[in-house]
Nanobody, 126 residues
Framework: QVQLVESGGGLVQAGGSLRLSCAAS????????MGWFRQAPGKERESVAA????????YYGDSVKGRFTISRDYAKRTMYLQMNSLKPEDTAVYYC???????????????????WGQGTQVTVSS
């Protein structure tokens, strides 16, 4: 009953910006947190950023601190990831994730989330 729809991925030059969106629909009233993960070729899926849905507390992976900003529009059930100063190493498939049915109290592992979007490609050229 829960669907996460992502948009905003694309191709940009190093130093450029992109804004990703993730719109949630369905039975999402019990959402605890949402987050962004990314997976580059040959690498494991890693946490990029997360936000508690009610309190709006944010968390960032070390590699994106100071460059990426996560936010949410509570009323629109939409999460955003503003990505600035993009680097080639940011190239990956970015996934939207939601912690809805099971509360874990953590946001850094893929096992902390029970719903996932389809992923959107972000490519940063040199």
């Amino acid at each position: 009953q829960v669907q996460l729809v992502e948009s905003g991925g694309g191709l940009v030059q190093a130093g450029g910006s992109l804004r990703l969106s993730c719109a949630a629909s369905g039975r999402t009233t019990s959402t605890y947190a949402m987050g962004w993960f990314r997976q580059a070729p040959g690498k494991e899926r890693e946490s990029v950023a997360a936000i508690s849905w009610s309190g709006g507390r944010t968390y960032y992976g070390d590699s994106v601190k100071g460059r990426f900003t996560i936010s949410r529009d509570y009323a629109k059930r939409t999460m955003y990831l503003q990505m600035n100063s993009l680097k080639p190493e940011d190239t990956a498939v970015y996934y939207c994730a939601a912690q809805i049915d099971i509360y874990s109290g953590r946001y850094y592992s893929t096992t902390d989330y029970d719903y996932w979007g389809q992923g959107t490609q972000v490519t940063v050229s040199s």
